[in-house]
């Protein structure tokens, strides 16, 4: 049991050269297909393909960039114009804030003022802290106040409004009192600044003042008390 020994060597069949390369030619074409098979994923371009691909990239780029510059965002109109006098946006400027009180009679009803100077609506961050700067110096006359040619009607509307206001406040500090939380949170810093548990103590406030808070009825009851007390402390009689 067990193989077979091999024929003698002078019995074997004999092989030509070209019949070697045949066999290792159909071996090494064996092996590559094998390994060709084993790789995942697809294969690399090669040095012609990806400059092909380089080159489109580049021309989608640059077609992109010129789509976009066509296409730029531009600002419309309404956006750019400040808005005239008498518009409605007029009356939502910040800069002309009108009081929060009760308004009546002619007043209320009174125009805004018109103001020449439209360049707060387009004014950039560099060109407002400028402003400013000439406002506190005194080189520019403040955005928000009346110019010289404001209308006459205007004028004598603001100026009769402000009068009308003045008389109301003059008439209230005269005839009517102070209102309940004026009173009241005036007492009550009264009472917090005054309080001796928050400071040292004072004989003028804690001890002088206190006396001078004291009639005379006051003072003979708190006498009357005082000579009784030598009776609460003597020896008590049962009989």
Do not use: C
Not at 115 to 131: F, I, P, V, Y
């Amino acid at each position: 049991m067990g193989p077979y020994m091999p024929a003698p060597i002078d019995q074997m069949p004999s092989r030509g050269p070209n019949e070697d390369d045949d066999t290792k030619g159909e071996t090494n074409q064996d092996e590559d297909d094998s390994s060709s098979d084993d790789e995942i994923g697809p294969s690399l371009p090669g040095a012609r393909g990806s400059a092909a691909d380089e080159e489109a990239a580049a021309q989608r780029r640059l077609a992109s960039r010129v789509q976009t510059a066509e296409d730029k965002i531009t600002r419309d109109e309404w956006m750019l114009v400040p808005p005239e006098h008498g518009d409605w946006t007029s009356k939502v400027d910040p800069t002309k804030i009108r009081s929060r009180k009760f308004q009546t009679g002619k007043g209320a009803r009174a125009p805004t003022a018109k103001s020449g100077d439209n360049s707060l609506w387009m004014e950039t961050a560099a060109d407002k802290a400028k402003r400013v700067a000439d406002e506190v110096m005194g080189v520019r006359r403040p955005a928000n106040e009346t110019g010289e040619d404001e209308d006459p009607k205007a004028k004598a509307a603001r100026i009769e409004a402000q009068e009308t206001q003045r008389r109301i406040d003059e008439y209230n500090t005269k005839n009517r009192g102070k209102s309940l939380m004026d009173e009241h949170s005036k007492s009550k810093d009264r009472k917090e600044e005054d309080d001796p548990s928050k400071r040292a103590f004072d004989r003028e406030k804690d001890i002088v003042g206190s006396s001078k808070k004291i009639g005379l009825q006051q003072k003979k009851q708190m006498l009357e008390r005082a000579a009784d007390f030598g009776s609460r402390f003597s020896k008590g009689n049962y009989l």
